[in-house]
């Protein structure tokens, strides 16, 4: 092959949705993205950060897009601008959860990190309206849309986790500095279960 065997993986004239874009993984699978050819929108409830990734990235084949997937409208209208722009949506990377550098301004280290016994409520039920309720919005969004365009279809890509295979070992972080101020540092059960969740999701969308 003239061009190798990446060419394989190109993507020339297709258009992909990375949520939590402008994050720190987010933002790795939209640089990949580029590089394979596509145009990216870079969907983050933090707008501002997405548009500066977008800047960064390629002004021309990347944009930003304010999108709160949890809430069913704003992922309506982010899918809405996507082909307003480029026209289609043949790829979603639902990539956004709830972290404690994420869009939210009242979460704090220690709420996240909290042991089992006093998880707060609020907490857990945040973290399933992010990363798993916010993964079926997005998906019903995305494959309306994919279903609809001509030439109709697409792929959807759900980011698990390790923890979502296995259940995470708390004794390995024993000993390790936290990044965040006095907070324990560990696998919180809102991520754990919901990561657990995500194949769920994604084995019933497979079918």
């Known amino acids: ?3 190798g065997a990446l060419d394989l993986f190109r993507l020339d004239g297709k258009v992909a949705l ?3 874009g402008a994050g720190l993984l987010g933002r790795r ?3 990949a993205l580029i590089e394979a050819g596509a145009h990216v929108a870079i969907g983050d409830i933090a707008a501002q950060p997405a548009s500066a990734v977008a800047r960064e990235l390629d002004p021309d084949r990347a944009i930003g897009v304010g999108l709160d997937v949890a809430d069913e409208g704003s992922v309506q209208r982010g899918v809405d601008a996507i082909v307003a722009r480029f026209g289609r949506l043949d790829i979603l990377v639902n990539n956004a959860a709830l972290t404690v550098r994420g869009g939210s301004e009242t979460l704090s280290p220690s709420d996240y990190f909290a042991p ?3 998880y707060k409520r609020s907490v857990w039920e945040r973290a399933v309206a992010v990363n798993l309720t916010g993964m079926l919005l997005c998906a019903q969004a995305a494959g309306r849309q994919m279903i609809e365009q001509t030439p109709s279809g697409g792929v959807m890509v759900n980011i ?3 923890y979502g295979v296995v259940a995470p ?3 390995l972080y024993a000993g390790v500095k936290s990044p965040y101020a006095d907070a324990s540092f560990n696998t919180p ?3 754990a279960v919901t990561k657990t969740a995500v194949l769920g999701l994604t084995r019933y969308l497979a079918t």
């Open 1 to 3: 092959m003239a061009g």
């Open 18 to 20: 990375v949520t939590g």
């Open 29 to 31: 699978y939209c640089e």
């Open 116 to 118: 089992f016994e006093s």
């Open 160 to 162: 698990s986790s390790t």
């Open 169 to 171: 070992d708390q004794r």
């Open 189 to 191: 059960v809102s991520y």
